[in-house]
């Protein structure tokens, strides 16, 4: 069974930087079609930041992050990051990290619905 757990989140001012860690076990994450890093505000919608193809590496970024966030993985810790520059108020969420089952296997469209394993979460909360 697939386990991901986040880590890296804290309070940071505006203009800083995070990276955030998302750390698989259970299962390679090379076995699946993609990675990907969403975030949520409470009382808000789930919203793609990145997302990874683990079969090619190509990445997808919201338009809101690019230019400011960089999303990676190390194969050899079974691991993928975000790293997070610049970070602005707007920024403020809670970070998840999720994998795509090589079953979804039509693109990397980085929508929520997509991924069917996530992590628990971790807060970034960035003040002005």
């Known amino acids: 069974q697939l386990r991901l757990v986040e880590s890296g989140g804290r309070l940071v001012q505006s203009g800083g930087s995070l990276r955030l860690s998302c750390a698989a076990s259970?299962?390679?994450?090379?076995?699946?079609?993609?990675v990907g890093w969403f975030r949520q505000v409470p009382g808000k919608e789930r919203e793609g930041v990145s997302c990874?193809?683990?079969?090619?590496?190509?990445?997808n970024y919201a338009d809101s992050v690019k230019g400011r966030f960089t999303i990676s993985r190390d194969d050899a810790k079974n691991t993928v990051y975000l790293q997070m520059n610049n970070l602005k108020p707007e920024d403020t969420a809670v970070y998840y990290c999720?994998?795509?089952?090589?079953?979804?296997?039509?693109?990397?469209?980085?929508?929520?619905?997509?991924?069917?394993?996530w992590g628990q979460g971790t807060q970034v909360t960035v003040s002005s």
């Open positions: 990874i193809s683990m079969k090619d590496g190509s990445t």
């Open positions: 259970g299962f390679s994450l090379s076995y699946y079609y993609a």
């Open positions: 999720a994998a795509q089952s090589p079953a979804a296997n039509w693109g990397l469209r980085c929508v929520d619905i997509d991924f069917g394993s």
